[in-house]
């Protein structure tokens, strides 16, 4: 598959999990194992403004899919990326910004080793600092 052919399912998979009318869809993705573990998460802006969560129910196609942009990144020799973030517009405009999070990447490394929540709480703080709480 190319990757305009990637992009293609992409786009049609996130347009069409969203039964609303909506303006614009916003996708973050964190790439995680090498390529073999994809998580989402997305919100999308109703035509009123509303923003609404995103479902991440997508079929198989689009996992993949998100899998071999990943590899063809890699092998294109392009800089490592753990994050992509996708901007989706009903008229069909679309951006993908890709970028690297050392964090995600050793919080990955860790369980991956085996590593306990646990151990990663300790290894995180003394690392990147405390946890900020979320404001509810």
Known sequence: MTTNEIYDVLTDGISS???????IVRL??????????????????????????????????????????YLHRKTEGLPPANR?????????????????DQEIQDEDDHFSKGGTAREWITIREAKYGPIEPMDE
């Open 84 to 100: 992509l973030q996708i901007d989706l517009t009903a008229q069909g405009q679309f951006s993908t910004e890709f970028s690297w």
């Open 17 to 23: 999990i969203i039964t609303d009318e909506w303006t």
């Open 28 to 69: 973050n993705v964190q790439i995680l194992s090498d390529g073999q573990d994809i998580e989402f998460e997305g919100t999308y802006l109703t035509p009123a403004g509303e923003a609404e969560p995103l479902s991440t129910d997508f079929p198989d196609e689009l996992v993949e899919a998100v899998q071999e942009l």
